[in-house]
């Protein structure tokens, strides 16, 4: 089966601009989720879907952070306007079930660097 | 909220040599239990899980893993190691937070294999 598709993989951008990362997760997940992988840190939630609903998004900075997934399919994140602590590698994920029971896959992820 | 605890940030060892990664989480209630992989500019994968049964689960490429609930923890082993296990390793807990489940990770262990 095909994994989760994210791009870009990579992006520059000066602080202060905007950013937007795109996600398919696996077909028929209904569960995907977005993270922030800091380096030298582990991945960090930011947001999950089930569907095209908001399940969590209580890590989510919110004053600049947004996401959606309007069609319960793809998933777009943006951030407006980027700080130089966004740099990190912005992962997606889904799974079939919101309690994971299933595992959860990964997208390679879009890295990010803001300078 | 649950949290995840890596003890060892950085660990090296020369091929051959047996491996143990500690792994301890905090949360009160039913969990389950995942060790990821990430080789260089790659991805997340999952290396094994564990959800209920036998708590000695074997995993890909020869590696295992023990689900102690009374020390609530979940270290990963390997008895030889090999050049290619060269890797991030991260362990991670999926536990019911908020509104559905969360998976929360660790920070993660750096392992070098030297031949």
């Known amino acids: 089966e095909a994994g989760v598709a994210q791009s870009p993989r990579y992006k520059i951008i000066e602080k202060r601009q905007s950013v937007a990362f795109w996600c398919n997760p696996i077909s028929g997940h209904a569960t995907l989720y977005w993270y922030q992988q800091i380096l030298g840190q582990g991945p960090k939630l930011l947001i999950q879907f089930q569907n095209n609903g908001v399940v969590d998004d209580s890590q989510l900075p919110k004053d600049r952070f947004s996401a959606e997934r309007l069609k319960g399919v793809d998933s777009t994140l943006k951030i407006q306007p980027a700080k130089l602590e966004d740099s990190a590698v912005y992962l997606c994920?889904?799974?079939?079930?919101?309690?994971?029971?299933?595992?959860?896959?990964f997208g390679s992820g879009t890295r990010l660097t803001v300078v | 909220a649950q949290s995840v605890s890596q003890h060892n940030h950085h660990v090296i060892l020369s091929e051959a040599a047996s491996l143990e990664l500690g792994c301890n989480y905090s949360y009160g209630g039913t969990v389950n239990l995942f060790w990821y992989v990430q080789y260089p500019g790659q991805h997340l994968q999952l290396l094994l899980k564990?959800?209920?049964?036998?708590?000695l689960v074997k995993g890909i490429k020869g590696f295992e893993a023990e689900f102690i609930k009374s020390k609530f923890s979940f270290n990963l082993r390997k008895p030889s190691v090999q050049w290619s296990d060269t890797a991030e390793y991260f362990c991670?807990?999926?536990?019911?937070?908020?509104?559905?489940?969360?998976?929360?990770f660790g920070t993660g262990t750096q392992l070098k294999v030297e031949l």
């Open positions: 991670a807990v999926n536990a019911k937070a908020g509104g559905g489940n969360k998976l929360t």
């Open positions: 994920a889904s799974s079939q079930t919101p309690s994971g029971a299933g595992g959860y896959t």
């Open positions: 564990y959800f209920s049964g036998d708590p």
